[in-house]
T-cell receptor, first 109, second 113 residues
Framework: GQNIDQPTEMTATEGAIVQINCTYQTSGFNGLFWYQQHAGEAPTFLSYNVLDGLEEKGRFSSFLSRSKGYSYLLLKELQMKDSASYLCAVRDSNYQLIWGAGTKLIIKP | IAGITQAPTSQILAAGRRMTLRCTQDMRHNAMYWYRQDLGLGLRLIHYSNTAGTTGKGEVPDGYSVSRANTDDFPLTLASAVPSQTSVYFC????????????FGEGSRLTVL
């Protein structure tokens, strides 16, 4: 079966750095996505990795290792507004997205 | 403002009733999707459409139907609602199968009693 694993919840301090991990086992691989979802709102796109390595976009970076079935999202200089759920998704061989359950990130002052 | 619109935002429905969730996008995206989101689970694909006139079944299609008469609209119908269909439903669109970003509507919270 297809599976995306990520931690259920993480806590971090304002101004710090946090890394959210995602491991996957899917039928084929056509890219990995990270989305942010604030409570009661729609998911919004953060990043896309299809090749191994690090993609940086401002305070957010995403890393992919296809051989290990592993990705992480790195958030720097945390702000209170970063409190949200972070969803990892993999596009499989049928070009459908398989979603993880999300990691709820709590930022404390 | 360009984007994707869902209606209704919230609905309470008696079991056995028929319900249609509406979804409209004005971005001229070819691909559209319906997901349900339940606590502790990832988004699960109900149905999708790669282009106007075509639809496909996702991971959890039973009890739901869709149509794609034109590019902009992608309604989701529950023919006879059951309590297990209580969920938050998200419509999403994208330019195509092999593109990255999906754009999501604000969601429709459905409660079936």
């Amino acid at each position: 079966g297809q599976n995306i694993d990520q931690p259920t919840e993480m806590t971090a301090t304002e101004g710090a750095i946090v890394q959210i991990n995602c491991t996957y086992q899917t039928s084929g691989f056509n890219g990995l996505f990270w989305y942010q979802q604030h409570a009661g709102e729609a998911p919004t796109f953060l990043s896309y990795n299809v090749l191994d390595g690090l993609e940086e976009k401002g305070r957010f970076s995403s890393f992919l290792s296809r051989s290990k079935g592993y990705s992480y999202l790195l958030l720097k200089e945390l702000q209170m507004k970063d409190s949200a759920s972070y969803l990892c998704a993999v596009r499989d061989s049928n070009y459908q997205l398989i979603w993880g359950a999300g990691t709820k990130l709590i930022i404390k002052p | 403002i360009a984007g994707i619109t869902q209606a209704p935002t919230s609905q309470i429905l008696a079991a056995g009733r028929r319900m249609t969730l509406r979804c409209t996008q004005d971005m001229r995206h070819n691909a559209m999707y319906w997901y349900r989101q339940d606590l502790g689970l990832g988004l699960r694909l109900i149905h999708y459409s790669n282009t106007a006139g075509t639809t496909g079944k996702g991971e959890v299609p039973d009890g739901y139907s869709v149509s794609r008469a034109n590019t902009d609209d992608f309604p989701l119908t529950l023919a006879s609602a059951v309590p297990s269909q209580t969920s938050v439903y998200f419509c999403a669109s994208g330019t195509g199968l092999d593109t990255g970003e999906l754009f999501f509507g604000e969601g429709s919270r459905l409660t079936v009693l």
